[in-house]
């Protein structure tokens, strides 16, 4: 990788043009202040207001410069200054920053006031930080420590309630499930909506990377290693980031060494984990007179009848045992920092081993970090991060939606006369699947046997990561700082599965064994030059000018075996008699150019304005239309600093006011391919001869999706900042969409879409933030923090001649429809109106407002309920209609945080509101075929003439009459809930430690993650998304595994 | 001072060069898959893009395996072990509706097939006329791929209109048939476009194949590319069945006699020497090359039809989802004699009785059938009585020649044959003791306008039978044709 030989480099015009600007502009500024200084020498001490006592460790800089010291530990320092200089700033964490005047002194002491209510916060923005009050955009900041102590496997499972604006999904309770992100709702229609998730100016992998075994991606950064996240989410804020900045922008920025004195910390918990909210399932004599009864009223009799085990027992089996456990979780993370005047650094180690609540499910990460900053001089300073994780998976099918292996599933739909052993010890297995062990059921029933493929099966993935970034910077001038950011994220993976011949989905291949091995391999190289300063007395001035390059590589080969050759091999290393299939494999890659500028200015910070412009080419788009143009402007009017308030008695009350309005125009590349402009043709194979056939309709005319993005804001700061809030108006015109335009199945276009900029969508709504600090005395603290976002999703355009996209859960049911004028993916169904009294069949409605009666076990199945004559079939492609959404109308978190003495107290609430589910599972838990029934069913199913109830009259395999075959709007319920996310009690042991042990803190902590939910939602938990995060298919809860509870024990030393 | 402003301005100048573009990098070339711009400039690639429409054809939701299965399962002889609706319980009972997967997947595959081949013939076309194919290809070779082509789209247009459209002779085809797609579609252009009838589709059909006929070649340089490459014979066979399925007796035996000689032994009298096989069973075991296999899809562990497709997969005993035969009493499988080699490609497995003529469960290596010589055979027989309206010895002896050489003890005499029905009756239960599994069955139901009969599906109660009249007698448009194309129609 040759980057500077030019010959290899085709330059565009326009880069060049700017590339003459820019270096116009940078040599101005490098010569422009030509100016050799004397110095001065200044002394003194630093004390802390509420004690009086001497703070080492206290930053102080020249205010416009690098020069600097820091006090000692009696508190005392001394540096010698530019004669030119005026005002020094004093600042120390958990301290309010201070400036204070020269005035021609050479001794300034100074008392630092302990900042409370955090309002000096610095908070990482693109390519810069910027103080709190100073920025203009829409930022929300989430500190490392506030998660580090959940039990959770990454860092964005964490995030859920705690900033506005963030919608953060489980989409169920499977361990190290990737979460779906929204920033400000739904942001596409078939691209992602995922945000840009940048670790330490890096843009890293996102998603899930393994295969059956899911494994979340952003889970290899160690939460304890995370310093802040800051969430970007109007276009003034994300601009920077040009083409992946619609869906908002995560950035993540991990711990660096700070003290003088080395830091040593150990976070540790233990705990266990299980589920909650499972179905409550018919027993054997529940199931037993249930199934009879259907039976009986499709005039077949009562086949169906208990079966002894090997005690001479009736079999009764409570298959929810076979499926969940306890699972139990350790964590522990080691960290060491410190700094020397020139160098800081931070080291951390951290391993992480936690079992799922389903079997066989576990997570184990270790990994390592260090980060070193160095000054080399006063001119040049180095930097590197590099950080390693291993992370391992193993995990039986847990899979959502339809597999006959999927284990949520099995756990409700096995009956419970029969069970994973014959009598004679061997598994039962029919077929492949569970075998009806002379119940009267078949005698193989195709589902498998939960006990046998959890026990035989095997899939594991396992990543090795690195992710690093080494940076240099000068700075030749004051305020000028020309700064070098290279970093790679590589992640090498393999996925295993191994399916044993015994039963389940190896049965049909004798044994099968598949390894996959993928490598992603990226870089990003940042270069800005970015300069800081005061142009005329009060004109604050900042300008920031950069380039990016990011190129990624993804390789993968694949493999499968058949036909295990003995019962003692499990892997694919093993012997086996059949190689299956042509080994295959992968490969793609994609590339990044961009220029950026930002300018912004503040005059006497009371007006503020700020630009930013980038331009973006991305190799994935069509040979016209790789380059983009996106950009902001924000503007900010900070009353408090106005005299008139400042000045007047309303300054007392009001100590901050800000006024803020942005608007910018951002794009949207995730999810579109490597390739998608391209017209392609695929080689396979015709038996043993090679093929090659059309595979890909390309569009030569695909470009960027853009969103036009408004947001308005005020944030104040009541009585002395003890309250502080935001409330942020926003509005989001996406258009463009990259939508994989369907095509009707006629014309066989490969896939039956073609990727093409059309369609348009909006978001809209508010954003309410509040922090309160509604205690503070020495004793006793409380703090709440409390967000709300309204969010309203209008679809407004769809492709020509497209009126609606459907979109089925796993290829099988279509349970959303995507209209004009309505959200995006709504939830499809058919209407029905309970259960008719008389008859008790279900009542459908057809398009026509007719009422339909379904009698399965009739030769006329369809009849109209006025008068009994045969009606036309209903089905969804007629008669379903877009009967709610599933996107909530507003959601948000509510934490309260209580110190009293020595306890802290934590409880964290988080909510949705105004959405619907559709609960997918209770059609099966409903379905009258062999499946096992909710005991509701037992209990309420119709029975005779006059029954009022939901549940229509049993008929043995109705798969019907309870929206097993198409979705119905009996289904769709309300998804309302409040969730009780963490409560947590700690007690620390301060001060009581010899001195020579050098224990700062001991803090013991017990918590309990999703403690409870309060909602009506009938299925296990109304956060769900068996869809992972798709957009076009939300809100569906379809055999997916609930939500997890975990309690864990833990500990926080710091020496 | 002077060396970090020198270094500051260099530093400056390599912070921008990296905003440059490598073009290789901006604009990458796929390494697995190639341009449509190079796909016509070797003959190798030519070759792979006609065994390319093949392997679409034998895509597990159209030939591959479930097309098969669909006839097979739709009618009288078999029950399902599952109620799973991914393995076409939905098919077996009748409740497919327009949103059913079964319903929309083989649309959805046939389709693409058409438009691969449609992609091929323009390309094909424009790579002849611009006279860069002339470089690699002789005449002969470009007609005969041509042939090929043209043959594979009436096959896809003929299995669409079985199963999406009334029978062409309830209404001499004025019926809804289905959009008629003939040219490539690489664009966004062009979703809507209105079905044609039953009638157009079938003239669509044998223009194809009449076109292709001239065309083909009159057989391939081995025996296992004549099994599965199209070549004059294929084109000719598949006439007499799409004639046969239009009830244009006539025309079946004008087909036929092209091909089939007057007297036994009845070996094709031009083109590749198809015969029957003198053993039943070998007809389908490895490494299935029997000449009597006309037309027949390759499978190997490497590129089956995949799981849930594969005609083992529903037709073998092994993997839970499969059907077993109806045996009770009045069934096909009471009525065969034990010593019929039909009757003995069964096994009894677990009380039930289940082919065994599709045995590889495990690497999915049987070949689907398409059409083979007995069929030929059988319809040349059937037309000769029906547009004769009298039995004849020719007609017997045809029938005879298939049914003895599985069941010697069995021949038919002229006088067996009391009245033309008992003869065409005759000829329906030979084809289905012959076609048991290969998909011919519910063609054979519906090209005659008969009920698909009544059926106890063991636990999943009684499935009432299906008169000709009624709507679920063949399958509804797919629910997708509808949303997309505003010019389709539901047809029932």
Partial sequence: MNILAPAIYTINLNFLFMKRILLLFSLLLITGSLVMAQTVMISGTVTGSEDGLPLPGVNITVKGTTVGAISGSDGKYSMSVPASAQTLIFSFIGFVTQEVPLSGKTTIDVVLRQDLYNVDEVVVVAYGTQQKRDIAGAVSTVRGDDIRSVPVQSFDQALQGKASGVSITMPNGVLNNPPVIRIRGFNSITSSSNPLIVVDGVPIFTGNIGGTAIQNSLADVNPSDIESMEILKDASATALYGSRAANGVIIITTKRGAGARTKVTYDGYAGWTEPFRLFDMMNAAQYLEHKNLAYTNAGLGAPLHQVDDANGVPIETNWPDYIYQKGFQQNHAITVSGSSPSTSYFMSVGFTDQDGMIQNNFYQRKNARMNVDHKVNKYISLGANVAYTNGYTESPNTGSSFATSGAARLAFVLPPIIGPKLNDGSWNVVSGGIGGMGTGLAAGLGYHNPGQIFETNKHTTESDRIMATISGSITPITGLVLKTVYGIDNLARETTTFWSPVGGDGFSYSGYAYNWTGKDNRWTWTNTINYNTTLVEKLNLGVLAGAEQQRTVGRSWNAAKTGVSDPFFTTYAGSWTTGYGVPGGGYGENFYASYFGRVNANWSRKYYIEGSYRRDGYSGLSKDNKFGNFGGVSLMWNLSNESFISGSGLGELLSDIRLKASYGRVGNMFGIGNYSSLFLYTSSLYGAVPTLYFSQAGNSDLQWETSDKYDAGLSFGILNDKLQADINYFYNDVNQLILNVPQSPSKGIPGNSIPANVGSMYNTGFEFSLRSFNITTTNLSWTTNFNITWLKNEVTELAPGVVEIRTATADLETTNITVVGKPVGNLLAVETRGVDPQTGRRIYVNAAGDEILYSHENASKWTYRSDGSVAPAINTAADGKPWASPLPKFYGGIDNNLTYKDFDFALNLTYAFGFYVYAGSKAGIRDQRWWNNSVEVYETAWKNPGDITNIPKPVINDNVSNGSSFPITENIEKGDYLKVRTISLGYSFNNIWPEGMNIEKIRLYAQVFNAFVLTKYSGSDPEVSTNTDSNLAPGVDRNTAPQARTYSFGVNVSF | ?492
Avoid at chain 2, 122 to 133: H, N, Q, R, T, V
Avoid at chain 2, 185 to 198: C, E, I, R, Y
Avoid at chain 2, 300 to 311: I, P, V
């Fill in chain 2, 1 to 492: 001072m002077k060396n970090i402003l020198k270094g500051s301005i260099i530093f400056t100048l390599i912070l921008l060069l990296n905003g440059c573009t490598k073009d290789e990098w901006m604009n990458p070339a796929p390494v697995t898959s190639l341009s449509d711009l190079t796909v016509f400039d070797t003959k190798d690639r030519v070759v792979a893009q006609v065994n390319g429409m093949y392997s679409s054809l034998k895509s597990g939701q159209h030939l591959g395996g479930r097309f098969q299965v669909y006839n097979d399962v739709r009618c009288d002889n078999f029950i399902p072990n599952s109620s799973n609706l991914v393995t076409c319980f939905a098919t077996w009972n009748h409740t497919v509706i327009s949103s059913t997967n079964e319903v929309q997947n083989m649309w959805g595959a046939v389709y693409s097939t058409i438009n691969v081949v449609n992609v091929f013939l323009e390309g094909l076309k424009d790579a002849w006329d611009s006279g860069k194919a002339k470089a690699f290809l002789t005449q002969a070779e470009y007609d005969q791929f041509v042939s090929e082509a043209l043959t594979i789209r009436a096959i896809c247009y003929f299995d669409l209109l079985q199963m999406y459209s009334k029978p062409y002779h309830m209404d001499n085809g004025a019926s809804q048939g289905v959009p008629l797609r003939l040219t490539a579609n690489k664009s966004a252009a062009g979703n809507d476009l209105a079905p044609s009838t039953v009638a157009e589709v079938y003239t669509q059909i044998l223009k194809d194949l009449n076109d292709a006929e001239p065309l083909a070649a009159t057989a391939h340089s081995s025996t296992s590319l004549n099994i599965t490459r199209v070549h004059k014979n294929t084109i000719i066979a598949y006439k007499t069945r799409v004639y046969l399925h239009m009830q244009d007796w006539a025309q079946v035996v004008t087909e036929s006699g092209k091909i089939v000689p007057a007297s036994a032994p009845f070996t094709a009298s031009s083109g590749v020497a198809h015969t029957l096989n003198p053993n039943y069973a070998n007809i389908f075991a490895t490494p299935n090359a029997s000449a009597e296999s006309i037309f027949s899809l390759p499978m190997t562990s490497s590129n089956n039809a995949g799981t849930q497709n594969h005609l083992a997969h529903y037709f073998g005993s092994g993997s839970g989802e499969s059907f077993y035969l109806v045996s009770g009493a009045g069934s096909l499988v009471a009525s065969m004699n034990a010593a019929d080699a039909r009757r003995v490609m069964m096994e009894t497995v677990g009380g039930q009785i289940y082919l065994t003529k599709y045995r590889d469960q495990t690497t999915r290596t049987d070949n689907p059938p398409v059409i083979r010589w007995a069929e030929v055979l059988l319809n040349r027989a059937e037309a000769i009585v029906r547009s004769g309206s009298a039995v004849t010895q020719g007609a017997v002896d045809l029938l005879n020649a298939v049914r003895t050489r599985s069941y010697a003890a069995g021949t038919y005499a002229l006088g067996d044959f009391a009245s033309v029905a008992a003869f065409y009756d005759a000829i329906l239960l030979e084809r289905n003791m012959e076609f048991l599994g290969e998909g011919i069955r519910n063609m054979d139901l519906m090209r005659l306008g008969l009920s698909i009969p009544g059926k106890v599906g063991g636990s999943f109660g009684t499935v009432a039978a299906i008169p000709s009249t009624s709507e679920s007698y063949y399958w509804p448009v797919p629910v997708s044709e509808l949303t997309y194309n505003s010019l389709m129609t539901p047809d029932n």
